[in-house]
């Protein structure tokens, strides 16, 4: 996975843009609204999602396994400390943060890694903090596509594995972990207008006190 993204940013650079997604813009709104103030950003990229928290007055830590993507943020100006590594070695601190916010991340992950992945999420939550997913829907274009793994489980193409999520996984992988509600949105590929947008599903999930 790290050669894949890494090879991937040398190549391509800042290769979906700067427009942050739709999702990010959203949870944006949602945070504020609940007085979210420090958030971390497992999958952070070179920082395009991450800008719209910042540009609000929220704080934002990022976990990244790409080397290049953060040098490619750090070379447009995002400043807020960034955790190299994959998300399957989390914990990288042991702070608490008042939210968590995932874009299209955790369904490149396999089944033990995805369990880990939400868990280590949930235990870096305050008490009454959420955290919120972005994952592919089994509407999207790509679901069946490349070589099946397993169950909702495709390489769609060399070194990108996808696990696609629908209303019964999503119940089955994060109800334990105070899922509160979730939701499809079409995300727009914002840098190439003719590509048709992608069905992700957007989940949320609450730590109770």
């Known amino acids: 996975m790290t050669e894949f993204w890494e090879s991937s940013f040398i190549e391509k650079q800042t290769m979906w843009g700067f427009e942050?997604?739709?999702?990010?813009?959203?949870?944006?709104?949602?945070?504020?609204?609940?007085?979210?103030?420090d958030i971390l950003v497992p999958g952070i990229g070179y920082g395009r999602n991450a800008k719209v928290f910042i540009d609000n007055g929220i704080k934002v830590t990022?976990?990244?396994?790409?080397k290049t993507a953060i040098d490619l943020a750090r070379q447009n100006g995002l400043d807020s400390s960034i955790f190299h590594g994959s998300v399957t070695?989390?914990?990288?601190?042991?702070?608490l943060y008042d939210g968590i916010f995932s874009y299209?991340?955790?369904?490149?992950?396999?089944?033990?890694?995805r369990e880990k992945f939400i868990k280590d999420c949930y235990n870096q939550l305050k008490p009454n903090g959420y955290m919120i997913f972005t994952?592919?829907?089994?509407?999207?274009?790509?679901?069946?596509?490349g070589k099946q793994?397993?169950?909702?489980?495709?390489?769609?193409?060399?070194?990108?594995?996808m696990f696609f999520y629908d209303s019964d996984s999503i119940k089955q992988e994060f109800e334990?972990?105070?899922l509160v509600e979730f939701s499809e949105i079409d995300e727009p590929t914002k840098?190439?207008?003719?590509?048709?947008?992608?069905?992700?599903?957007?989940?949320?999930?609450?730590?109770?006190?």
């Open 20 to 37: 942050p997604t739709d999702s990010a813009i959203v949870t944006k709104d949602f945070f504020l609204e609940r007085n979210v103030k």
């Open 62 to 66: 990022g976990i990244e396994i790409s």
């Open 89 to 95: 070695d989390m914990p990288f601190d042991d702070k």
């Open 104 to 113: 299209a991340l955790i369904h490149l992950l396999n089944n033990r890694e």
């Open 135 to 145: 994952a592919v829907s089994k509407k999207a274009p790509m679901f069946g596509q």
């Open 149 to 161: 793994l397993d169950k909702d489980y495709f390489e769609i193409m060399e070194g990108v594995k």
């Open 176 to 178: 334990k972990y105070g």
């Open 191 to 209: 840098d190439m207008k003719n590509k048709p947008p992608v069905k992700f599903l957007i989940v949320k999930c609450k730590k109770e006190l």
